[in-house]
């Protein structure tokens, strides 16, 4: 018996929407993905209310949803979901403290402890996306997210690290320290003689596998003579590398690729201590680890200056009034020859 034709098809029909509907019924649901992150929120504050912090920001630009055309469609454009609140003492893992909603421009922070300077910021985020404020290190907007609690504003100074990582295509066992010790030997000498720097100037931070990935920093000197500083040190090498008419690493292996991974950022300098805590403020030198007579010279080279001059240092006037004055000296006095017991901690930071 001959198959109607029609019967056929509609028997292939039936067969073809049956596998559809079971594989629509198997497969998982495609999300979708936000590839627009947020812009990034502004004029980020910290204020000492005298009960909490006060964190402040101006609200990103795509707070409030918007939308665009693409083709003959409408689809979404920027949105935030929130933002993230995080805090950060110097040397801690940065702690997140709460997500404040869209349409927020405050969050209070009632834990900060007394003594302690923070660092905070807000972070804009949408469904797959988190957007840090843009803000350059040592600027006004970045000392205005940093407070110390007790007192007046931190010291602070804006550390650049010149740092690079260069990965050989070489076969070292990175866990044999002897055979790591051969190598970073090698290496030492031979990007002290390519750049004309000091080999001390070399600092290997880490020596990894993959093939050998080698990460260090270029040390900025004070009275290097003719040698270059830091970054210039960097830049040469990178222009040097990029030209492959000659193998400088030879002895090591050939070099796959090189990062400039140089970094800015803000430290904050703890406030000089004696045994006790108390603060000491006539260690102005940062020399040595006692206030002495240097900085007695230091002081009497700004006394009698004040704050209407352009060049007005602000650290001699220990007894704020806007002058340095016979008060400030009686200060000092006070402090002469006081030990500081975080004297290494703070040379430490300062010279980095």
Not at 29 to 38: F, R
Not at 100 to 117: I, L, R, Y
Not at 179 to 196: K, S
Not at 308 to 322: L, Q, R, S
């Amino acid at each position: 018996m001959r198959s109607h034709p029609h019967r056929l098809l509609c028997a292939v029909a039936l067969v073809v929407i049956a596998a559809a509907t079971s594989m629509a019924a198997d497969s998982d649901p495609v999300a979708a993905v936000d590839n627009i992150p947020p812009a990034p929120v502004t004029q980020l504050r910290a204020l000492n209310t005298g009960s909490d912090v006060l964190i402040m920001w101006a609200q990103s630009a795509d707070d409030a949803f918007s939308s665009t055309t693409f083709g003959d469609a409408i689809v979404p454009r920027g949105g935030v979901n929130g933002y993230r609140v995080y805090r950060t003492v110097q040397g801690e893992p940065t702690e997140l403290l709460g997500v404040a909603s869209p349409g927020q421009s405050e969050f209070s922070d009632p834990t900060a402890t007394h003594g302690v300077t923070y660092i905070y910021t807000v972070n804009a985020f949408d469904l797959d996306n988190e957007v840090e404020p843009v803000i350059e290190p040592g600027s006004t907007d970045d000392l205005a997210r940093i407070i110390f609690l007790g007192g007046s504003p931190p010291e602070v100074v804006v550390v650049t690290r010149v740092q690079s990582q260069i990965t050989f295509e070489a076969v070292v066992d990175v866990t044999d320290e002897a055979a790591v010790e051969v190598l970073v030997t090698d290496f030492t000498a031979l990007m002290a003689n390519l750049l004309g720097i000091d080999p001390s100037r070399i600092n290997v931070i880490a020596v990894t596998a993959g093939s050998v990935i080698i990460d260090f920093e270029i040390l900025e000197v004070e009275d290097a003579g003719d040698e270059p500083a830091a970054g210039v040190a960097l830049a040469n090498l990178l222009t040097i590398i990029a030209d492959d008419t000659a193998d400088e690493f030879a002895t090591i292996g050939p070099v796959l690729e090189i990062q400039d991974n140089t970094t800015t950022d803000t430290v904050v300098i703890p406030r000089p201590i004696d045994a006790e805590g108390n603060v000491i403020k006539g260690w102005f030198t940062r020399g040595g680890s006692q206030v002495g007579l240097d900085d007695f010279f230091a002081f009497v080279s700004a006394f009698g200056s004040n704050d209407m001059e352009a060049d007005f240092d602000g650290t001699f006037d220990i007894v704020p009034n806007g002058v340095v004055d016979i008060d400030d000296f009686f200060a000092f006095v006070a402090d002469f020859g006081k030990v500081v017991s975080n004297a290494v901690e703070i040379q430490g930071l300062l010279n980095q």
